[in-house]
């Protein structure tokens, strides 16, 4: 998975952002680089969040935003982005702070579940998610995937 | 117990409520717990919660459901396996004792 980001093109490092808003734009653009979404998605994505909360922050430090199949969507995909500083959801929930996006896009169920299959393991691991925060280049995220391997459940 | 029936809920139904999915299926199991889960978006789960006996979801999201007859159960965490062991153990295995 984290090789494929990198062979793909499909992730970004960032200092930080003072609005989600541009946390997920900015997620959200090597997907539109490649034409795999639409603005439409991002919008969509921000919409959704407006409307019900930060429900797309789904542990500590990790988000994973995404709307509805289709809308907008032209391919099957993940893409990743790190921030060093947090960016804030929840002005009063810290809890609600991510450094870790995982943009999901999907027209194809089957590939879909095998992404977020692929990264819910990966990121149950707290240990992992410790070293991915680590992770300051594209030739660092590159290995990230052997680095799983190696720990084990 | 008789088969639980369960939603596991989110925003749009295909990001948030297939890894609760995933992850109850694995506490199901551990736990010896005979249940069938279904996942949807928010609204959907709102409109059919009464025909169910369990809705998951992210904690941001239990307020969206008000009253029904159904047990909410909202995940801080959706990828900790040991938060939805506690919450499944006290809310649905202690509570139905």
Not at chain 1, 39 to 53: F, R, S
Not at chain 2, 19 to 43: P, Q, W
Not at chain 2, 54 to 76: D, H, M, N, P, Q
Request: aromatic share 8%.
């Amino acid at each position: 998975m984290f090789k494929e980001f990198v062979e793909k093109k499909r992730y970004s490092f960032h200092e930080g952002f003072d609005d989600w808003r541009d946390a997920i734009k900015a997620a959200c653009a090597p997907l539109i680089a490649d034409g795999t979404c639409e603005q439409l998605y991002v919008n969509e994505i921000i919409k959704k969040v407006e409307e019900l909360g930060p429900y797309i922050v789904i542990a500590p430090n990790i988000c994973i935003p995404h709307a509805q199949e289709g809308l907008g969507v032209h391919d099957t995909a993940i893409c990743f982005m790190k921030t060093e500083k947090p960016v804030h959801f929840d002005p009063n929930d810290p809890e609600k702070d991510a450094r870790l996006f995982f943009v999901l896009a999907s027209v194809n169920n089957a590939v879909h579940m095998e992404n977020l299959m692929a990264m819910s393991e990966a990121c149950s691991n707290e240990d992992f998610v410790a070293k991915l925060l680590e992770v300051k280049t594209p030739e660092e995220l590159a290995t990230m995937d052997k680095v799983r391997e190696e720990m084990g459940d | 117990m008789a088969k639980l029936k369960v939603i596991a809920a989110c925003g749009s139904g295909m990001g948030s409520s297939q890894i609760i999915k995933m992850k109850l299926e694995k506490v199901f199991k551990k736990l010896g717990l005979d249940a069938e889960i279904y996942h949807t978006n928010v609204g959907d789960a709102k409109s059919q919660a009464n025909n169910y006996d369990v809705v998951f979801c992210s904690e941001s999201l239990v307020s969206t459901f008000g009253k029904t007859t159904a047990t909410v159960i909202g995940l801080k965490n959706l990828l900790s396996e040991q938060e939805m062991t506690t919450k499944v153990q006290e809310k649905i295995i202690d509570a139905n004792k």
